[in-house]
Nanobody
Framework: VQLQASGGGLVQAGGSLRLSCAAS????????MGWFRQAPGKEREFVAA????????RYSDVVKGRFTISRSNAENTVYLQMNSLKPEDTAVYYC?????????????????WGQGTLVTVSS
């Protein structure tokens, strides 16, 4: 399974970005997907997750109401729409795939990880 994240960049506070994560080498619709982020000097933290069909989503409290996770099984892609961005959202964002189930917010629930895409929010 290969995951390729893209869409990061530099944006001003209050702005928006849309991250994409394209999957290959797997039956994408069999996998739950998640987004995590890691800021410099901090541990990787959960951002959002979506089940195989897209019918169930989960968000961390710090992004709830600002970020939206979605997926297109036809395109083998998961998205993260990020609105009302804040400087504290600055981090490398990673997508991850899980076929083993488990708690969506825990990194160990995911078997495969993308390479990360950097999001920088200026004040």
């Amino acid at each position: 399974v290969q995951l390729q994240a893209s869409g990061g960049g530099l944006v001003q506070a209050g702005g928006s970005l849309r991250l994409s994560c394209a999957a290959s080498g797997c039956s994408f619709s069999s996998y739950a997907m998640g987004w995590f982020r890691q800021a410099p000097g901090k541990e990787r933290e959960f951002v959002a997750a979506i089940n195989w069909s897209g019918g169930i989503t989960r968000y961390s409290d710090v992004v709830k109401g600002r970020f939206t996770i979605s997926r297109s099984n036809a395109e083998n892609t998961v998205y993260l729409q990020m609105n009302s961005l804040k400087p504290e959202d600055t981090a490398v964002y990673y997508c991850a795939a899980s076929r083993i189930g488990g708690t969506p917010g825990i990194p160990s629930s995911y078997s495969y990880w993308g390479q990360g895409t950097l999001v920088t929010v200026s004040s």
